[in-house]
């Protein structure tokens, strides 16, 4: 029964073009396994545009720490991300 649910719901999703809006996004579900703990549970990726993630956390000093991890961050991420979609940076800010 659930696979038909979710047959029926990608299939109303392609219909109005929001299949690839959520493909897009995939990478949030593995926000855990990307950040690590307990980065994973004291972050949020905020928005994905132009190569661009911004991702919220919980004061200055987490900001400065993951800077140094962009790059391991930004390759975990591609194991998620549509091939069309591309991360170059990551900026964190407080939030």
């Known amino acids: 029964a659930t696979s038909g649910i979710a047959n029926v719901l990608k299939k109303a999703l392609r219909r109005h ?3 690839r809006e959520i493909d897009r996004y995939r990478f949030v579900l593995h926000w855990s396994e990307i950040m690590g703990e307990p980065a994973g549970r004291r972050t949020r990726p905020e928005s994905l545009r132009n190569g661009l993630l911004r991702v919220r956390v919980p004061d200055s000093s987490w900001a400065q720490e993951l800077s140094f991890y962009k790059d ?5 991420l591609r194991r998620y991300l549509d ?10 800010y407080v939030g």
């Not at 391991?72 to 975990?76: A, D, E, G, K, L």
């Not at 979609?85 to 964190?92: G, I, L, S, W």
């Open 17 to 19: 073009g929001l299949d």
């Open 72 to 76: 391991v961050i930004i390759n975990r």
């Open 83 to 92: 091939e069309k979609e591309t991360v170059q940076d990551v900026k964190f």
